[in-house]
């Protein structure tokens, strides 16, 4: 039976600043009927990801931005509930681009999704954080681009996010010492408390960057760059000859109009290895990652937290969540039960 609505987010105008549902149509049409190699997927669980606001505005980018009208972009986890493809089956969960929305559709070709395995040991909001892309990206870009060694120092900013938190994490795997950058002194706890950082720096404080120096007597030898602006300055001034920084996003710029400026002097005077990736360029090794990051989660060594908002409705307000602080590990919206 075909359900009655599919609510959909379409993108009204670009955002100056913060994003508001002023932004969005919040409009109601028919769920797709599947065609020929398709899939109707009910959305359960939408991921909110900084680089939904990139997606919002015309800034240069690493794909196309959501077009005026088009619905609004967005990974996430459904399951699907009719087919008309060998590729999906009534019941299998499938993740990738859902968009914001109650229902989509999932092919083979360009829009293809991935089926989930059966009987998922985690959570599903975990299998868009720390067994998912969040925690993806913070596999590669700390082990491939960062190359730790035991006894080195990583410093990761935006530390108590979903990326972060999963980054100081494996650098304690690796034998490194963590010191995560946080705003607020909870946040700063949580890391040292609860997911075992060496440090924490609380970059809301007025003596942060004695925080930093004291946090890091030896230097900093990986830099997993989530921040941008001041921060990454201050801790680009503390980094040593030869060291590495994995840069992985900006967040401080996004809601701003100017490009992004920087001191670059550290990088050329300590010969800084300065790599900006995403994720997608290690698509070919996501099934690497995801098996041992579900390893580290089922054997406790990566811990992680989920903020859950309830409701398709919430998605404008609930991204600026991201640029406020309000959330802790992964962001994710309930959509609809499992
Ligand atoms: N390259 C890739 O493929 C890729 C993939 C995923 C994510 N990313 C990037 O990774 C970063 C983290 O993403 P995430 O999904 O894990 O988000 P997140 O860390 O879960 O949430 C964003 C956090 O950033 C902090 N923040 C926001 N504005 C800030 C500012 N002006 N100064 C300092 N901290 C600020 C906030 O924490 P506080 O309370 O500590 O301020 C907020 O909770 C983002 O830059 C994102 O674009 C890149």
Known sequence: MTPARNRQFRLKSRPQGRISADHFDFCQEAPPEPGEGQARVRVLYLSLDPTNRIWMSDMDQYMPPVAIGEV??????GVVEASRSSRYREGDLVTGL???????????GENAMSVLPEGLPVSLPTMLGACGMTGITAYFGLLDLGR????ETVVVSAAAGAVGSVVGQIAKIQGCRAVGIAGGPDKCRYLVEELGFDAAVDYKSADWQEQLAAATPDGIDVNFENVGGEIMEAVMRRMNLFSRMPLCGMISGYNQQEPMRGDFSPILMRRIDVRGFIVMDFLDRYAEAAAQLAQWVMEGRIKHRETIVEGLEQAPEAVNMLFDGGNVGKLVVKVSEA
Do not use: K
């Open 72 to 77: 609004m972009r967005g990974g996430g986890i």
């Open 98 to 108: 859902t968009g914001w929305q109650d229902y989509c559709l999932a092919d083979e």
């Open 148 to 151: 730790p060694q035991a006894g």
